[in-house]
């Protein structure tokens, strides 16, 4: 079966660019999660979705990020502009539903993000 | 915000040793989940804990979640070269919010 799809694995971009991260949840989960791991900070959850429906964004850094999940099987997170210190590495998790006692979420691989 | 302390950081050990990792807070927890990260790869649930005092065992791997639903331990009986990873705890209060602890990297020596 195949688990979640994130695309690019790396990304080497320059400062102010515009980063698009894209995510494919397991088909049939309804709950999506944005996550940033860097060496500082640990593992942290930026926004997640159920139903493509963003129920907490309150990890999101700043208005630089975005995220939008326009149907089931689809999700992206965008940095515009992209810093520095957005360095690191950003996974895409799904879960079936509900609460994560019951439900575990499920990893991608993730993207390395580098910004010079 | 609630936090997950993990300890150690970082452990390094011979092949066959025992080993036991640390999370702790000061908040309470409806449930907890352990983790095991490798390079390039992403986290894979190992297991989830959600009963004060409840005990999971998976293979040579014990997990215990505190009586007061606030801890939870890793033991690792006999460690082999396939047990290094990053083990990450994620704590759950309500919903499906995970808190992630800082993680501690197990490295297991032949």
């Known amino acids: 079966d195949a688990g979640v799809i994130q695309s690019p694995r790396h990304e080497v971009t320059e400062m102010g660019q515009e980063v698009t991260l894209r995510c494919k949840p397991i088909?049939?989960?309804?709950?999506l999660f944005w996550y940033r791991q860097t060496m500082m900070r640990g593992l942290e959850l930026l926004i997640y979705?159920?139903?493509?429906?963003?129920?907490?964004d309150s990890g999101m850094p700043e208005d630089r990020f975005s995220a939008k999940m326009p149907n089931a099987s689809f999700s992206t997170l965008k940095i515009q502009p992209s810093e520095p210190r957005d360095s690191a590495v950003y996974f895409c998790?799904?879960?079936?539903?509900?609460?994560?006692?019951?439900?575990?979420?499920?990893f991608g691989d993730g993207t390395r993000l580098s910004i010079l | 915000t609630q936090l997950l302390e993990q300890s150690p950081q970082f452990l390094s050990i011979q092949e066959g040793e025992n080993l036991t990792v640390y999370c702790n807070s000061s908040s309470v927890f409806s449930s907890l989940q352990w983790y095991r990260q490798e390079p390039g790869e992403g986290p894979v649930l190992l297991v989830t804990v959600v009963t004060g005092g409840e005990v999971k065992k998976l293979k040579r791997l014990t997990f215990q979640f505190g009586d007061a639903r606030k801890d939870s331990s890793l033991h690792i009986t006999a460690a082999q070269t396939g047990d290094t990873g990053l083990y990450l705890c994620?704590?759950?209060?309500?919903?499906?919010?995970?808190?992630f602890g800082g993680g501690t990297r197990v490295l297991v020596k032949p």
């Open positions: 994620a704590g759950s209060a309500a919903g499906n919010k995970l808190t």
């Open positions: 088909s049939g989960h309804n709950s």
């Open positions: 979705f159920n139903n493509n429906v963003p129920i907490d």
């Open positions: 998790a799904s879960s079936l539903t509900g609460s994560v006692s019951n439900q575990p979420q499920h």
